[in-house]
């Protein structure tokens, strides 16, 4: 469905790109826009306040999934991060899953025991509770435990740095009305700066997107 909406790019203007993952249209440098009257009309139901249409990339990750698939970040100058996930391949036609998250709330994690305390006990919870509201955990695992997920990401930047932080993440939702959810995604993040553990607890609020709300700018 994606792939009717977004066309092939220049050859050209594809050789002039920084060498890092790209999908959707979607590239290191280049921009997209959203709906505004979409995100006018779902931003009262929303985490986030004054979010933008217009989005410049700043930043690509790229995580590879247990499941096969690669999930897609294009971290952009709003705060945000527009996600694309992919199930069986990397093209447009193999797209499951489209996001914008924006950051909530990010926490220093500044021992060991508070690290280890984090990935065994705040992450991963059958509720999460944020601002007076209740999420509801979404990926559960057979029996009482369902620990945090952990994946690695490979983030690429505009002036060329390249750098791998490792995530132990956990997804939850609350229903806003009309079949539609606000997710919540909770994540301990740790990478090796100057042979020391930077770590630290990261808290993201988002909602889905179609083809439709989507306009890449090139």
């Given at each position: ?28 440098g ?10 006018r ?10 979010a ?8 690509v ?10 999930m897609f ?24 899953d ?12 500044g021992t ?19 601002d ?48 539609s959810v ?12 100057d042979?020391?553990?930077?770590r630290c ?14 306009t890449?700018?090139?």
């Open positions: 469905m994606f792939s009717k909406l977004f066309g092939k790019k220049d050859k050209k203007a594809h050789e002039s790109r920084p060498s890092s993952p790209e999908i959707m249209g979607l590239y290191l280049g921009s997209f826009e959203l709906d505004s009257l979409k995100l009309l779902i931003e009262p139901k929303l985490k986030i306040s004054g933008a249409s217009k989005h410049l990339i700043q930043a990750g790229k995580i590879a999934l247990d499941t096969g698939g690669s970040r294009f971290y952009t100058d709003d705060d945000a991060f527009l996600q694309v996930v992919t199930d069986g391949g990397e093209t447009e036609n193999h797209i499951t489209v996001k914008l998250w924006y950051f909530y709330d990010t926490t220093t994690v060991q025991s508070q690290w280890s305390d984090l990935i065994s006990h705040g992450i991963s919870k059958p509720r999460f509770e944020l007076g509201d209740s999420y509801e955990r979404v990926w559960n695992a057979i029996g009482e435990e369902s620990p945090p997920v952990a994946m690695t990401e490979t983030t690429y930047e505009q002036d060329g740095d390249v750098s791998t932080t490792d995530q132990f993440i956990m997804l939850y939702e609350k229903a806003i009305g009309d079949d606000e997710a919540l995604l909770v994540a301990g993040e740790e990478k090796i700066v042979n020391n553990h930077d607890l990261v808290i993201s609020t988002g909602f889905d997107l179609s083809p439709a709300d989507i890449i700018n090139g």
